[in-house]
């Protein structure tokens, strides 16, 4: 299963002011879950991940990267309780590489046949009894393709110019949360206070 590369982890500061739990831990890179204890917090922290950190994390098998994003704070009231953790999106697409012009596109008509935007490539058929590319054919009840000047019934040979790939993207948004209060760090660098 695809997951998204970190940018940030959250860090709880307890109420003694001293007392920090990292989402991460510093020397194993092992994940710590956020109910681990039930101290009063003080703030809880969205901090970009070090060098040494994210190597830690990525061994673990968490994918994540350094930066030099801003470090967030978010100070708590007295007797508030917090949640700190990320939502996001998964997209799936499949999308066409042309071997021609090296060209990516998305192709989503489904009436036509796929076909380079920048080159016009598109793939061929070859009719072995004609010796030629044919651009026009028909395709047979069973799914054979067929050459319209030959009937050939071993069917043509396609010829592909239009690698079909697939490719996914991540949306992931980090928030600290409150009843009555959110900060959001968008997976776009923008910061929601609500």
């Not at 917090?41 to 040494?52: A, G, I, M, N």
């Not at 061929?124 to 030959?150: F, I, M, N, P």
């Amino acid at each position: 299963m695809s997951s998204p590369t970190l940018e940030y982890y959250w860090l709880k500061t307890l109420s003694d002011g001293v007392t920090v739990i990292p989402q991460f831990d510093f020397v194993t890179g092992e994940s710590t879950r956020w109910n681990a204890n039930s101290d009063e917090l003080l703030q809880v922290s969205l901090v970009p991940f070090t060098v040494d950190l994210a190597e830690k994390v990525i061994r673990k098998g968490t994918p994540a990267i350094a930066t030099t994003n801003p470090t967030f704070i978010f100070r708590l009231k007295p007797g508030e309780t917090a949640e700190a953790g990320l939502t996001g999106d998964l997209t799936i697409f499949d999308y066409y590489k042309c071997d021609i012009c090296g060209n990516e596109f998305k192709h989503v008509d489904g009436t036509k046949y796929a076909e380079c935007p920048k080159c016009g490539t598109r793939d061929e058929w070859y009719c072995a009894r004609c010796d030629q590319y044919k651009l026009e054919h028909r395709v047979t009840s069973k799914g054979q393709v067929q050459c319209l000047d030959c009937d050939i019934e071993m069917g043509l040979n396609r010829v592909v110019h239009l690698k079909r790939k697939t490719s996914t993207t991540h949306t992931c948004d980090y928030f600290i949360r409150t009843a009555t209060r959110t900060l959001t760090v968008k997976d776009n660098g923008s910061v929601i206070y609500e």
